[in-house]
């Protein structure tokens, strides 16, 4: 699931981003620099971070194990859940965008936040496979399901 999560973040933003650089106004240098440059180092850093950082990695275990621990991605519930809450957050991109257009702000902080959230989903997806890797684990997750 982690890996379907960063999947589905990944193709919003991108989406958001094709559409932005549509519709806002301004030259290509400050909409790369906007939507690419700068959200794309904010990507980098949290997803670097928590695999680097070990009390970083060991509070996103922690998260994944309770998540896992609680059922929390292994129903469809849960999947729909998530894909609700990304769905959600690219709804205020699409609202700064369209405000933005009609005068507003250029909205820099929502691609770099939604930016900085799939760097996490990513994180996450690679410190699950880890943790699905490591045999005491393993064990523990396979006596559990």
Known sequence: MQYSAFVVGALIYAAAAVHAWRVLPGDAGLKLERMVLYPGALFLVTLIAPLAAPPLRQALETHIWISF???????VI????????????AG??????AAA???????????AGYAAGVGVLLAQAV??????????????IEGAA
């Open 69 to 75: 621990r609680t059922g929390f991605g292994q129903s």
């Open 78 to 89: 849960s999947v729909l859940a998530l894909t609700l809450v990304l769905a959600t957050a």
């Open 92 to 97: 205020f991109i699409y609202a700064d965008t």
């Open 101 to 111: 257009v009609h005068g507003g702000r250029f909205p820099a902080s929502a691609f």
């Open 127 to 140: 410190l699950v496979r880890r943790m699905e890797r490591d045999p005491a684990l393993r064990a523990t």
